[in-house]
């Protein structure tokens, strides 16, 4: 064993004889051959990317040693991971030696990618749908099987007569001046407000369109729309870039209105409550009328490297939320220096709370009454941001060097005691403002009338436009009176009203805190200026009442006045990617144009784009009473006119087949079945052919979900693929992380318009539309000549796109020099040709550009600088415009399931209630405590089970309760419970083949609100490698560790009226996680 | 001869070993005063981030001789967010193989609802300048190094697991040699990727390559010093929790974190003198 001549004994013996001593340098002594060489920091060996382990997706910087990733770390790049960063210009060399933070999850993400369990080739259904028996086929079979259709299951005992309808059955409209035309119509329909014109209306649409009718749905109901609309695409984890492709594909090709996202099983109610908050008071070309649009689905987040009070009301902080890596490399410096401090409002003892000045443990749900507590105190004490208050248009705003003004002081109509619209200036004697709309295409001109909104300034009415910025308008902030026989209230009187509708102790007593609570909360959040900011999440919004909650909250926020100051509530900023961003330019004559900058508008470039049109199957964006299908209340299922990609109602709405059946589904990057409260109530659908006929999935493994597929095709992981991440509401830089490939792909190649590409999600969009021979896509995909037959057509110009934005300010990337794009090629040595082929690469993009997209792709996006983002005490990146305290569109909507008008303001609603709006008091039957989630950081739902380093830190989750609860439950720490519910008697997963007991471990402590109980999610997986599989006959061994734990959705209350679908917020569209009553019994 | 084989005939090979590990010091002594990486930063800026300034700082200590730098650790349990990044980081960047860890976080819950803290611990090798394992090593394979780090040479450990036990924080393991994928479809080819560690490239071709088999433990990621970096647990740490430097360099971060009323070391009573200070 001696080393003193570099080799020793053992390594000889070992190395010698079996592999030939050519590599006996690589078992050396230390110090001599390769002595210092340490090459997970040269930059050969380095690429940038970004993180999907969690949606976060910070700055990765990831090390590959011979062709294989060998460590991820964060990248100094990226403001999500050094603060400040680095400066975009810096030289990658530089950058190589330098590693800044990254979570647990991202640099796990190692296993992610090698997961022993990957799919490489198509997979088919070899038995009944969830048996988990599966066929390898050829790509090119698979492709045309899905598109022709046919007696494609018949080796399938019971499915030996089935013909499955293909998409070219189901794309059967295919002219887009017919669909555009039928679109029209349709509008018109659902505009008809008598039930009579419209009936005349839909005769007379059969009559126009006699020729095409057969390719409605149901042409007595022509606002169902095109059988298109029977493609349903949904999907799960989703970002830029692919995004685009699915709309390329779903919508603009195949000419379908479902292509919907998951949005509400994350935090649906947030941003459906920020897009209420931003719609604006506009024109509306589309409709050619001035109209509450333009909302966006956004919600804000506290800037906290500023911030000195900070609330976390539903906010995992130091586990989830957007997310630790950027958000507590702020927080923990100005907490431990003593600058900041922070509360933290949740019924579950987070780990953020370890470090919070005070926990709060609220009931579950009642986070609306807690604001209006705050509300009460602040406007009872003086202590709201009056002078902001007042700016009732852009005027004041700017004349008092604000960035932003609410609608507080406007003056809204009450009939009947009740809330209206705004008062127009017309129904006092102010005429309309005429103005004039001037398309951007165009150049057409329109004029119309503008409706004028009022205030009360200093005792008498004022009419103004709200965008005016040449004349200031103030208003009083508490109105109560009549104008020329019309009852008024100002938007914030409504507001005090409803906050002051119940005493301090009455709110304390609803939510069940001490006044004490409620007052140091408001106290804090108005002792600093505007860097006090209430942050909100998932526990705020994902309950019945989860829309109300956010807004309650949402107009705590506006009271202070925080909305766009450092420190304060801001919103997200990215550069752009689609091409089509205009920028004001001068033209020679002197004057000013909206003109766009960058080299590739996608937008444009859709050849043969069709218009889809008709209700969606979740019945998103359009008023049940506006549809053909109208007849009474409650309606068959909820509609949904305020929100979008409503995920948990895709898959039981198929079932229902309502509004209409749908004919084949493709789910990407989802698994609705593990993901969903009461994810196993899709399961009854995804195993029923006749509801369900085609059921396709692209996964990187046989998930909950993708067992019940008809066809599964592998898929890139994040460390393989292309995406623009974007960014979150806390981050006020600008960026746009750009994910590339960085290791080899793991899937087999797939040939497709005679390029290669790993078999993918672009894999199957690209191999259908070569088939169908859709519009978009081919030789001609992108305009004449210009051919989209390979993703890098899509993605390079994209990222063109990102470099080039600012040109007009000469603010684009400045080229690669020549050693950075020696560097760009040699780091990618190890990747073949079908990912990485320079030339391919730079005749997309052309010569010029391909230098700035190196420049980008070397630093893995394009990073503003620190210093630019902010704007003295605000940022520089502003919502900037009008905030709605009272929203007259929402006050427009009925619910679908009552007829019972909503509330356009912050109003107190209580949570566990069915669609109905009834109460569920599972209580009085038993079930006495409530079920809610969390969780870990080591995880991220139903995707990150595969990852065994994290597994090693805990390898099994747990049922949390605490001690008062577990005594009277006669319960010990360690004893295997099993959780039941109202909605799940026998406490088990009924998975199809089987049934799997929903138990798990208790752990009892003092970490929790008494009569809550938690688990994190993540664990107790069946599939997902955690199970044995057969493929080609042959077992494929499943792996325990996987899972390990409990996973207790399948717990959660049913709705007791829909009976197939989990709680929901009707009003804002979230899937509801935490009104769940349960109880436990011992295993 | 095998290393397990070896345990059995110890007394013979103790005087070799001896020899070996007085070389391996000189060896490495003369190597480090002679390479100093080439590390170039951006900055220095006023309010840059605190990993930037350590790494200068380090760059700075790594031009002093071996000798004269004593690297130390100061984790300020304050910004502490118990994320298990550094244990994650530090697992993957030495290939650490199932049952190693060298930087575990324990957590644990205190106190009554609504009084409930949970108290996080980074618990590193704590390098201690009076270490109890490296004496009862019977062949010399472990030792403190003049510059702080207590290392283990994995060609001269036999693997008898003493050093395990001396130890009173359980800062060491033994390596199994399995890998996380054993016993899947497929064995990953991440999981074999080379190691650096002590600065050295491994490459395991078997299942008997050290560090199979050998007592392994925390080195302060001696090999990312060499190269002019942070240890992996000091530049992943999200809470910018963990100060790292050396702590005879009185202008550097560390020097100035050190050294205050709250500081606090784990065990000091048992007289291992840790060169990891905690802050509380």
Same mark, same amino acid.
């Given at each position: 064993m001696k080393r003193t001549k570099g080799?020793?004994?053992?390594?000889?013996?070992?190395?010698?004889?079996?592999?030939?001593?050519?590599?006996?340098?690589?078992?050396?002594?230390?110090?001599?051959?390769?002595?210092?060489? @340490?090459?997970?920091?040269?930059?050969?060996?380095?690429?940038?990317?970004?993180?999907?382990?969690?949606?976060?997706?910070?700055?990765?910087?990831?090390?590959?040693?011979?062709?294989?990733?060998?460590? &991820?770390?964060?990248?100094?790049?990226?403001?999500?991971?050094?603060?400040?960063?680095?400066?975009?210009?810096?030289?990658?060399?530089?950058?190589?030696?330098?590693?800044?933070?990254?979570?647990?999850?991202?640099?796990?993400?190692?296993? $992610?990618?090698?997961?022993? @369990?990957?799919?490489?080739?198509?997979?088919?259904?070899?038995?009944?749908?969830?048996?988990?028996?599966?066929?390898?086929?050829?790509?090119?079979?698979?492709?045309? =099987?899905?598109?022709?259709?046919?007696?494609?299951?018949?080796?399938?005992?019971?499915?030996?007569?089935?013909?499955?309808?293909?998409?070219?059955?189901?794309?059967?409209?295919? !002219?887009?001046?017919?669909?555009?035309?039928?679109?029209?119509?349709?509008?018109?329909?659902?505009?008809?407000?008598?039930?009579?014109?419209?009936?005349?209306?839909?005769?007379?649409?059969?009559?126009?369109?006699?020729?095409?009718?057969?390719?409605?749905?149901?042409?007595?109901?022509?606002?169902?729309?095109?059988?298109?609309?029977?493609?349903?695409?949904?999907?799960?984890?989703?970002?830029?870039?692919?995004?685009?492709?699915?709309?390329?594909?779903?919508?603009?090709?195949?000419?379908?209105?479902?292509?919907?996202?998951?949005?509400?099983?994350?935090?649906?109610?947030?941003?459906?409550?920020?897009?209420?908050? +931003?719609?604006?008071?506009?024109?509306?070309?589309?409709?050619?009328?001035?109209?509450?649009?333009?909302?966006?689905?956004?919600?804000?987040?506290?800037?906290?490297?500023?911030?000195?009070?900070?609330?976390?009301?539903?906010?995992?902080?130091?586990?989830?939320?957007?997310?630790?890596?950027?958000?507590?490399?702020?927080?923990?410096?100005?907490?431990?220096?003593?600058?900041?401090?922070?509360?933290?409002?949740?019924?579950?003892?987070?780990?953020?709370?370890?470090?919070?000045?005070?926990?709060?443990?609220?009931?579950?749900?009642?986070?609306?009454?807690?604001?209006?507590?705050?509300?009460?105190?602040?406007?009872?004490?003086?202590?709201?941001?009056?002078?902001?208050?007042?700016?009732?248009?852009?005027?004041?705003?700017?004349?008092?060097?604000?960035?932003?003004?609410?609608?507080?002081?406007?003056?809204?109509?009450?009939?009947?005691?009740?809330?209206?619209?705004?008062?127009?200036?017309?129904?006092?004697?102010? /005429?309309?403002?005429?103005?004039?709309?001037?398309?951007?295409?165009?150049?057409?001109?329109?004029?119309?009338?503008?409706?004028?909104?009022?205030?009360?300034?200093?005792?008498?009415?004022?009419?103004?436009?709200?965008?005016?910025? !040449?004349?200031?308008?103030?208003?009083?902030?508490?109105?109560?009176?009549?104008?020329?026989?019309?009852?008024?209230?100002?938007?914030?009187?409504?507001?005090? =009203?409803?906050?002051?509708?119940?005493?301090?102790?009455?709110?304390?007593? &609803?939510?069940?805190?001490?006044?004490?609570?409620?007052?140091?909360?408001?106290?804090?959040?108005?002792?600093?200026?505007?860097?006090?900011?209430?942050?909100?999440?998932?526990?705020?919004?994902?309950?019945?009442?989860?829309?109300?909650?956010?807004?309650?909250?949402?107009?705590?926020?506006?009271?202070?006045?925080?909305?766009?100051?450092?420190?304060?509530?801001?919103?997200?900023?990215?550069?752009? @990617?689609?091409? !089509?961003? $205009?920028?004001?330019?001068?033209?020679?004559?002197?004057?000013?144009?909206?003109?766009? =900058?960058?080299?590739?508008?996608?937008?444009?470039?859709?050849?043969?784009?069709? +218009?889809?049109?008709?209700?969606?199957?979740?019945?998103?964006?359009?008023?049940?009473?506006?549809?053909?299908?109208?007849?009474?209340?409650?309606?068959?299922?909820?509609?949904?006119?305020?929100?979008?990609?409503?995920?948990?109602?895709?898959?039981?709405? &198929?079932?229902?087949?309502? /509004?209409?059946?749908?004919?084949?589904?493709?789910?990407?990057?989802?698994?609705?079945?593990?993901?969903?409260?009461?994810?196993?109530?899709?399961?009854?659908?995804?195993?029923?052919?006749?509801?369900?006929?085609?059921?396709?999935?692209?996964?990187?493994?046989?998930?909950?979900?993708?067992?019940?597929?008809?066809?599964?095709?592998?898929?890139?992981?994040?460390? =393989?693929?292309?995406?623009?991440?974007?960014?979150?509401?806390?981050?006020?830089?600008?960026?746009?992380?750009?994910?590339?490939?960085? &290791?080899?792909?793991?899937?087999?190649?797939?040939?497709?318009?005679?390029?290669?590409?790993?078999?993918?999600?672009?894999?199957?969009?690209?191999?259908?539309?070569?088939?169908?021979?859709l519009k978009g896509f081919g030789p001609d995909g992108f305009g004449k000549g210009v051919p989209f037959t390979h993703p890098d057509h899509y993605y390079l110009r994209a990222i063109a796109n990102v470099a080039i934005e600012g040109l007009t300010d000469g603010k684009e990337v400045p080229s690669a020099s020549d050693d950075e794009m020696r560097l760009f090629t040699e780091c990618r040595r190890h990747l073949p040709k079908s990912v990485f082929d320079f030339d391919r690469w730079r005749k997309a993009v052309g010569d010029d550009l391909i230098k700035k997209v190196v420049y980008v792709l070397n630093r893995g996006g394009r990073f503003e600088e620190y210093e630019k983002a902010w704007d003295g005490e605000k940022v520089k990146h502003k919502y900037g415009t009008l905030i709605n305290l009272y929203q007259e569109k929402t006050a427009k909507v009925k619910n679908s399931m009552t007829g019972k008008s909503l509330k356009g303001y912050g109003q107190y609603l209580p949570p566990f209630r069915d669609v109905t709006d009834k109460p569920i008091d599972d209580e009085k039957e038993g079930y006495d405590l409530v079920l809610i989630t969390s969780r870990t950081i080591l995880h991220t739902k139903s995707r990150t089970a595969t990852n065994y380093w994290l597994n090693a830190i805990l390898p099994e989750n747990y049922v949390y309760i605490h001690q008062k609860d577990a005594a009277r439950l006669d319960l010990r720490d360690g004893d295997a419970v099993k959780v039941v519910s109202k909605s799940n008697l026998d406490g088990v997963w009924d998975i199809g083949p089987y049934r799997k007991p929903m138990t798990g471990k208790l752990k009892v402590g003092q970490a929790i609100r008494p009569g809550t109980i938690s688990f994190f999610l993540g664990y107790g997986h069946w599939a997902y490698g955690a199970n044995d599989i057969v493929i080609d006959g042959k077992k494929l061994r499943g792996d325990k560790r996987r899972g390990q734990g409990i996973h207790a959705n399948a717990a959660m209350r049913v709705d007791p009226v829909l009976k197939n679908t989990p709680l929901e917020d009707v009003y804002g569209g979230s899937v509801v996680f935490y009104d769940s009553r349960v109880k436990l019994v011992k295993a | 001869m095998e290393r397990r084989e070896a345990i059995k005939d110890i007394g013979t090979i103790v005087a070799g070993a001896a020899l070996a590990a007085s070389l391996d010091l000189a060896v490495s002594t003369e190597a480090e005063a002679k390479e100093t990486p080439e590390v170039s930063l951006p900055g220095p800026a006023p309010d840059e981030d605190v990993i930037i300034t350590m790494q200068r700082d380090l760059l700075k200590a790594l031009k002093k001789p071996l000798k004269d730098r004593k690297w130390s650790m100061t984790i300020d349990l304050r910004k502490c967010i118990g994320c298990h990044a550094c244990t994650v980081g530090c697992i993957a960047e030495n290939k650490l193989p199932p049952g190693v860890v060298y930087r575990p976080v324990s957590e644990e819950e205190i106190g009554a609802s609504p009084n409930v803290a949970i108290r996080f611990l980074p618990r590193p090798c704590m390098q201690c300048d009076n270490p109890p394992c490296t004496v009862v090593c019977p062949v010399k394979a472990t030792w403190k190094r003049e510059d702080g780090i207590v290392v283990i040479d994995y060609d001269q450990c036999i693997g008898c697991r003493y050093c395990l036990v001396a130890c009173p924080y359980g800062a060491r393991s033994a390596n199994s040699g399995d890998l996380y994928t054993d016993g899947t479809p497929h064995r990953e080819a991440y999981e074999t990727s080379p190691t650096y560690e002590y600065g050295r490239k491994r490459v395991r071709k078997s299942h008997f390559s050290s560090p199979v088999g050998n007592a392994m433990k925390c080195h302060f990621c001696s090999h990312r010093l060499d190269a002019g970096m942070l240890p992996m647990c000091v530049t992943t740490c999200v809470g910018r929790a963990t100060y790292f430097g050396d702590v005879r360099d009185p202008d550097s971060v560390i020097a100035k974190v050190t050294f205050k009323p709250n500081a606090w070391k784990f065990k000091e009573g048992l007289g291992t003198k840790p060169s990891v200070t905690y802050l509380l």
């Open positions: 080799v020793s004994r053992r390594d000889f013996f070992k190395t010698g004889v079996f592999l030939g001593s050519g590599l006996l340098t690589t078992s050396c002594s230390p110090r001599s051959v390769e002595g210092g060489s @340490y090459d997970l920091a040269k930059p050969e060996n380095i690429l940038y990317s970004a993180c999907l382990q969690c949606n976060t997706g910070c700055g990765i910087k990831v090390k590959i040693i011979d062709g294989v990733a060998s460590k &991820i770390d964060g990248s100094p790049y990226n403001p999500y991971n050094l603060v400040p960063h680095l400066k975009f210009g810096t030289d990658p060399k530089i950058v190589s030696k330098i590693d800044a933070p990254l979570c647990p999850k991202g640099q796990a993400g190692i296993q $992610t990618a090698y997961d022993p @369990y990957r799919l490489r080739t198509v997979l088919k259904r070899a038995g009944q749908r969830g048996e988990n028996k599966w066929k390898t086929i050829p790509f090119d079979q698979a492709i045309s =099987e899905i598109c022709e259709g046919g007696l494609l299951f018949k080796d399938v005992p019971g499915e030996e007569k089935r013909t499955v309808t293909g998409l070219k059955g189901i794309y059967v409209l295919k !002219d887009k001046d017919v669909m555009k035309e039928m679109g029209k119509a349709v509008s018109e329909i659902m505009q008809a407000k008598e039930a009579n014109k419209k009936k005349e209306l839909v005769a007379a649409f059969k009559i126009r369109f006699k020729d095409n009718l057969h390719a409605l749905i149901d042409p007595d109901h022509p606002d169902l729309g095109p059988k298109n609309n029977q493609f349903v695409f949904m999907w799960g984890r989703l970002k830029g870039g692919r995004g685009d492709l699915i709309k390329r594909f779903a919508s603009d090709a195949l000419g379908s209105e479902n292509a919907h996202g998951h949005t509400t099983v994350c935090q649906g109610s947030l941003y459906f409550s920020g897009k209420a908050m +931003s719609e604006q008071w506009v024109f509306d070309a589309k409709d050619k009328k001035v109209k509450w649009t333009g909302g966006n689905k956004f919600y804000w987040q506290a800037e906290l490297e500023n911030a000195r009070f900070v609330a976390f009301v539903g906010a995992n902080i130091f586990d989830a939320n957007y997310g630790p890596t950027n958000r507590m490399s702020r927080l923990m410096q100005s907490v431990s220096s003593g600058g900041l401090k922070y509360a933290i409002i949740d019924p579950r003892f987070s780990k953020g709370a370890s470090k919070a000045d005070r926990w709060i443990p609220v009931k579950p749900g009642e986070d609306g009454a807690f604001a209006l507590g705050v509300i009460r105190w602040m406007i009872e004490n003086n202590r709201i941001n009056a002078a902001y208050l007042r700016n009732a248009n852009k005027g004041a705003a700017k004349k008092n060097n604000e960035p932003n003004w609410t609608n507080a002081s406007w003056l809204v109509r009450i009939d009947n005691d009740k809330p209206q619209a705004f008062l127009r200036g017309e129904e006092i004697g102010f /005429p309309a403002a005429r103005k004039q709309y001037t398309d951007k295409e165009t150049g057409e001109t329109t004029p119309y009338d503008y409706p004028l909104m009022v205030v009360m300034h200093g005792g008498k009415p004022a009419a103004f436009d709200p965008y005016k910025d !040449d004349s200031a308008v103030e208003g009083d902030l508490f109105v109560d009176t009549v104008i020329k026989g019309v009852r008024v209230k100002s938007s914030l009187q409504i507001i005090k =009203e409803e906050a002051f509708s119940k005493s301090l102790d009455e709110w304390a007593r &609803i939510c069940g805190v001490s006044v004490d609570d409620i007052v140091y909360i408001a106290r804090n959040l108005t002792s600093h200026g505007r860097r006090a900011v209430a942050d909100l999440h998932r526990g705020v919004s994902q309950h019945t009442n989860g829309f109300y909650n956010v807004i309650c909250w949402n107009t705590v926020n506006a009271l202070i006045g925080n909305y766009d100051y450092r420190g304060g509530f801001i919103k997200a900023s990215t550069y752009n @990617y689609t091409g !089509d961003k $205009t920028v004001k330019v001068k033209t020679p004559a002197g004057k000013e144009e909206q003109k766009t =900058e960058q080299p590739f508008n996608f937008k444009k470039m859709a050849p043969g784009k069709l +218009s889809p049109f008709g209700v969606s199957v979740i019945r998103h964006g359009v008023k049940y009473e506006d549809s053909t299908l109208f007849s009474g209340y409650p309606a068959k299922r909820p509609w949904f006119p305020l929100a979008s990609d409503i995920y948990q109602e895709i898959i039981p709405s &198929i079932g229902d087949a309502y /509004p209409y059946p749908a004919k084949a589904l493709v789910l990407y990057m989802g698994s609705p079945v593990y993901a969903l409260p009461a994810g196993h109530t899709t399961i009854e659908v995804l195993k029923d052919v006749a509801k369900l006929p085609l059921f396709i999935t692209i996964d990187i493994t046989v998930g909950e979900t993708s067992l019940y597929a008809d066809y599964i095709f592998p898929d890139l992981t994040y460390l =393989e693929r292309w995406e623009m991440q974007g960014s979150h509401p806390n981050m006020p830089f600008k960026v746009q992380p750009v994910r590339q490939p960085v &290791i080899p792909p793991i899937p087999e190649t797939a040939k497709i318009f005679g390029e290669e590409y790993p078999i993918s999600l672009e894999a199957f969009i690209l191999g259908v539309a070569e088939k169908l021979r | -």
